[in-house]
């Protein structure tokens, strides 16, 4: 079967001409057998992976949150960022850009609004002279339509099929690190230190009850598979967050305000329930958006290093993330690439623009869908599923919301260690190999990025095998993914230098 066979093909029938049972309709949509699945490990992993990432329901109205040039606000006033129509539109994107992904896809990969390019947009670009939250949402509708031309003519596929196979695998492994430190991160249990980067818990102990909350989950999903349990993952989140409520209820934590005044309460969500579960959406933020203000703004020049360093991130982000989901669940084929990669990377092209127009900055793959793999899913049910949460959170936010970092995170360094076990597949000794494979996976952790974390690993790549006679070994489209990582690294002097010259302004 070629990676881009027809997702929703009729499994064969050996043969027979019976015609294949209603009842059959999931695995004639889906391939759940073929994959060696189940339709309830399918809605499980979805269920996991929408409780891994349904954060961003939360943190996305924070991130965007700030006024722009003009001191208005995403979604309306000047009072305040509207944080229900963001809240709601951040789900509604979502919610339809996974069910995109599984229906069209059949693989298993959430989709969401993403974290870094959302940070850009709202202490970055928001904040230049005259730009708007409309100009600014306009930007990502622009870059979701330029790689989707990418994609549609082929070099969005054919760069990912040029990066070799111990590349792969380096980016599978440091996404793993990467995903696992977002736990322990997110958790508290690692957080900054006096006099160093990170330290474990507060001031070197367990010393709250959200951090024993996060501990008991994490033994608990460790127990669980180690005993071979099936659904580990989802019943360690559940059972955690219902002894964080519990605590919640006997103990009031309350959450971690910004000065460090309360470093014992949860990291984001309180795990309680105050009024209706049910609110009526406001979806004051689809539309906000401006296809050519920024032009007018800013200038021709600064429009396209902005879009320029924004499609770069998020190019290179959903490469990383499908590989990774795609080898957790053994979906690649013999030369590392998952199925469908052409209708992964058109959904996904997409879904960057649709965020751009919904007002909820770029949407791109999760990588947190690696939990719900890691729990079983291997088809596109399971983010149709993850979808169909996301809508329903829409209205049930409070509900979605009452899930705590501390609660979800466990899961994701669990992930994280079955990701790592691909290392093995690195060859070691091969060192023009090896190398670029070894910095990829430190480089994402440590810079918190999968973009920065593939680009070092190519630009080493492409700088050893010349150095050592094996330039010819290298994919001619390679080297220019090395020259346009180059650029994305020196962008900052290379704009000061635009601004020099009077065709950017600062």
């Not at 009842?23 to 189940?38: A, P, W, Y």
């Not at 896809?105 to 850009?120: D, K, Q, R, S, T």
């Not at 006096?194 to 330290?199: M, N, V």
């Not at 909350?213 to 219902?242: C, D, E, N, P, Q």
Request: glycine share 12%; with cysteine; proline share 6%.
């Amino acid at each position: 079967m070629t990676p881009d066979a027809d997702a929703t093909a009729p499994e064969p029938t050996s043969g027979r001409a019976d015609p294949v049972p209603a009842d059959n309709l999931l695995e004639r949509l889906f391939r759940i057998r073929e994959r060696g699945s189940t339709p309830w490990r399918e809605v499980r992993g979805g269920l996991v992976t929408f409780f891994a990432m349904c954060y961003i329901i939360v943190l996305n109205p924070i991130i965007l949150s700030t006024p722009d040039s003009t001191g208005q606000y995403l979604g309306g006033g000047t009072e305040g960022a509207n944080f229900a129509a963001i809240a709601a539109g951040t789900a509604l994107v979502a919610g339809v850009m996974s069910i995109l992904m599984g229906s069209v896809a059949n693989f298993p990969l959430a989709v969401a609004a993403g974290l870094g390019i959302n940070a850009l947009l709202a202490y970055t670009i928001v904040g230049m002279e005259g730009m708007t939250w409309g100009d600014a949402m306009g930007l990502i509708v622009l870059e979701g339509i330029v790689i989707l031309i990418l994609v549609l003519t082929g070099l969005r596929e054919a760069i990912f099929r040029a990066v070799p196979p111990s590349l792969k695998t380096g980016i599978s492994v440091g996404i793993g690190l990467f995903i696992a430190l977002i736990g322990v991160v997110n958790a508290g249990i690692v957080r900054p230190g006096a006099g160093t980067p990170l330290e474990f818990g507060i001031g070197g102990s367990i010393a709250s009850w959200p951090l024993v909350v996060f501990v008991l989950g994490l033994v608990l999903i460790l127990v669980l598979m180690a005993r071979k349990v099936r659904g580990a993952l989802l019943i360690g989140i559940v059972v955690a967050t219902a002894v964080a409520a519990i605590v919640e209820a006997i103990s009031s934590q309350g959450t971690q305000t910004p000065d460090g005044a309360n470093p014992g309460g949860w990291g984001l969500t309180v795990p309680s329930i105050e009024g209706s579960i049910v609110q009526v959406p406001d979806f004051a933020t689809l539309g906000e958006f401006s296809l050519f203000g920024a032009f007018e703004k800013i200038g021709i020049v600064a429009v396209l290093v902005l879009i320029f360093s924004i499609m770069l991130a998020d190019f290179f982000d959903t490469m990383g993330t499908m590989v990774a989901v795609a080898a957790e669940g053994d979906l690649l084929d013999e030369q590392g690439n998952p199925p469908a990669t052409r209708r992964i990377l058109v959904i996904d092209s997409i879904a960057a623009a649709a965020g751009g127009a919904g007002g909820v900055s770029s949407n791109t793959s999760f990588v947190e869908s690696a939990a719900g793999v890691g729990d079983g899913a291997r088809t596109g049910l399971a983010s149709v599923v993850t979808g169909v949460c996301f809508l329903l959170a829409t209205f049930l936010s409070p509900l979605a919301e009452a899930v705590p970092y501390e609660a979800a995170t466990p899961a994701l360094v669990v992930v994280g260690f079955l990701m790592m076990q691909q290392v093995v597949e690195i060859p070691w000794k091969n060192l023009s190999l090896a190398i670029p494979a070894f910095l990829t996976i430190i480089f994402m952790p440590f810079s918190y990025s999968i973009a920065v974390g593939i680009g070092v690993g190519v630009v080493a790549y492409a700088i050893l095998m010349t150095t050592t006679g094996q330039a010819r070994k290298v994919h001619p489209l390679m080297w220019g993914v090395v020259v346009a990582f180059a650029i994305y690294f020196a962008l900052e002097p290379f704009q000061d230098l635009l601004a020099m010259l009077g065709l950017m302004d600062r």
